[in-house]
């Protein structure tokens, strides 16, 4: 069975700039989760989707907002890129809700470096 | 709001020994469950173990088990016979009232 795929895995944008990621989650699982994850505050859950209805959300600024698709892929997207937004962006699938005993598995990031 | 505290940023043992990893949470959640997942250098998280709040029973997977203590709000993790495989960060992973917040990690070397 294939894995988490992200793309792309590495994106340079400028501040101001917006970019879209994206993540494919493994087949048959319909959670995917985004995380922002940085040297100074470690892992920072983002949000949940669910079979394409948004579960849950972290505590970020609205510049960030995501989406899922009929076939459980996902995007999130970053609008008005800040320097401080250059982090690994990891998403994580799941069969069940991400904030259950499901085992979520986790994809490779996409580093993004803002300049 | 719960929190998740891994007091330990970086810890170094020789291959062969027991190390273990602590992390401590807040919660006023009575159902909740906790994870520790590994990310290895260069490479993807993926599970190690977890638990269930209601269950007394540690968890246990081959070298790798947990001191859940839900009084004190303390599990930590067990790695017995460590191996260089296991040099990896570590992160403890807390999951109720539909949240799931990490701690910050612990950077493990295992030392030939």
């Known amino acids: 069975k294939a894995g988490v795929t992200q793309t792309p895995r590495y994106l340079i944008k400028t501040r101001g700039q917006q970019v879209t990621l994206s993540c494919s989650p493994i087949?048959?699982?319909?959670?995917v989760s985004w995380y922002q994850q940085t040297p100074g505050q470690g892992l920072q859950f983002l949000f949940e989707?669910?079979?394409?209805?948004?579960?849950n959300k972290g505590n970020f600024p609205g510049r960030f907002s995501g989406r899922q698709f009929s076939n459980s892929r996902s995007e999130m997207n970053v609008s008005t890129l800040e320097l401080g937004d250059s982090a690994l962006y990891l998403c994580?699938?799941?069969?069940?809700?991400?904030?259950?005993?499901?085992?979520?598995?986790f994809g490779p990031g996409t580093r993004l470096t803002v300049t | 709001a719960q929190t998740v505290t891994q007091s330990q940023p970086e810890m170094s043992v020789q291959e062969a020994e027991t190390v273990t990893l602590s992390c401590t949470y807040d919660?006023?959640?009575?159902?909740?469950?906790l994870f520790w997942y590994k990310q290895p250098p260069s490479r993807q998280m993926i599970l190690v173990i977890r638990?269930?709040?209601?269950?007394?029973q540690n968890a246990t997977e081959n070298r790798f088990s947990v001191n859940f203590q839900k009084a004190a709000k303390s599990f930590s993790l067990k790695i017995s016979d460590s191996q260089l495989g296991d040099t990896a960060m570590y992160f403890c992973a807390f999951i109720g009232d539909d949240k799931i917040i990490f701690g910050k990690g612990t950077r493990l070397h295992i030392l030939p």
């Open positions: 919660t006023s959640e009575n159902n909740y469950y």
């Open positions: 087949s048959g699982h319909r959670s």
């Open positions: 989707y669910f079979s394409e209805t948004q579960r």
């Open positions: 638990q269930e709040a209601y269950k007394q």
């Open positions: 994580a699938s799941s069969y069940g809700p991400g904030t259950s005993l499901y085992e979520q598995y």
